[in-house]
């Protein structure tokens, strides 16, 4: 069961090929077999790369198996992707964490609770560190990312569509931050990009209450960068990863990394690393690359 138990959204994309990697791939064999063993898929074509969380008709819940997947795929694409997309079938985004994990029983082959809390503070924090690669990855790796968000978006999903550079969404995208619900803390690096993104008294309110945020909400306060009809999520995404590969990639990945960090730096900062970003792309168009 995941996070919560939304009401069904109005759309329903179809579902894809089976998890694992999309064919002419050329993923490792030990990478097909932990994505599919985390209901998650990998498509590449040239220098996209699609990560599809491929479980809809669980609602793509998450486990720690999921978040291991993860961060292998976006390790593995550091040199072969300049766009990631990360989209889901079925319904919804995400549904969140799978909470089994909160159970007596727990998820077949992690950690139960009862055994996680046994763990001095020192190996729960790194545990908790390693689940987290498979959400700064994607906000760290030499790519840009997007999101494409349809239906529920809850905790671990929503932060999941965080993680990312940028977000699309479909009209009956729903988020929600569940985690204060379950007695828990938005632990998996949502929380400075929500804040980023809407200030720090909309995000808590957003996470104390646990409310829904449509579509329309969160293009406006800056959630999502654009927000399309439910049955045009696809090519709408398409539009836009074309739209970014019609420029030449390294000047795009270069400004992404001087945009990334400018909020933290002072005007002579950012001046000091628009210049540092520079020199190397004058010097690869005098030699003719672009």
């Keep these: 069961m995941p996070e919560s138990e939304p009401p069904r959204p109005s759309s329903s994309p179809s579902s894809g090929p089976a998890p694992g990697a999309g064919p002419g791939c050329g993923v490792p064999a030990a990478l097909v077999r932990l994505l599919t063993a985390a209901s998650l898929r990998l498509d590449l074509a040239g220098r996209r790369a699609d990560v599809v969380l491929a479980a809809p008709e669980r609602r793509n819940p998450q486990t720690p198996s999921t978040w291991r997947a993860l961060a292998e795929a976006?390790?593995?694409?550091?040199?072969?992707?300049?766009?990631?997309?990360?989209?889901?079938?079925g319904p919804s985004f995400s549904a969140g964490l799978d909470r089994r994990a909160l159970t007596p029983a727990g998820i077949p082959g992690e950690f139960r609770l009862d055994e996680l809390v046994t763990r001095d503070d020192g190996a729960l924090d790194a545990l908790i560190a390693e689940y987290q690669r498979g959400f700064t990855v994607w906000a760290d790796g030499p790519f840009l990312s997007i999101a494409a968000v349809q239906g529920h978006a809850v905790g671990a999903g929503f932060q999941l569509a965080l993680a990312c550079d940028l977000r699309i969404a479909a009209d009956d995208a729903q988020f929600s931050m569940r985690e204060p619900a379950?007695?828990?803390?938005?632990?998996?690096?949502?929380?400075?990009?929500?804040?980023?993104?809407?200030?720090?008294?909309?995000?808590?309110?957003?996470?104390?209450?646990?409310?829904w945020v449509a579509a329309a909400e969160a293009a406006?306060?800056?959630?999502?960068?654009?927000?399309?009809?439910?049955?045009?999520?696809?090519?709408?995404?398409?539009?836009?990863?074309?739209a970014v590969a019609a420029h030449p990639a390294a000047a795009v990945l270069a400004t992404r990394g001087v945009l990334r960090g400018a909020a933290r730096r002072t005007p002579h900062e950012q001046r000091a690393v628009e210049r540092a970003a520079q020199l190397p792309r004058l010097r690869a168009l005098a030699r003719g690359e672009r």
């Design 182 to 211: 379950l007695g828990l803390v938005p632990d998996l690096t949502g929380t400075h990009p929500l804040v980023a993104a809407v200030g720090y008294p909309r995000a808590l309110e957003i996470c104390a209450t646990g409310r």
């Design 74 to 89: 976006g390790g593995w694409l550091v040199d072969r992707a300049d766009v990631v997309v990360l989209r889901a079938e």
């Design 220 to 242: 406006a306060l800056g959630l999502v960068q654009s927000v399309v009809p439910a049955g045009h999520l696809a090519a709408a995404t398409d539009a836009f990863v074309a």
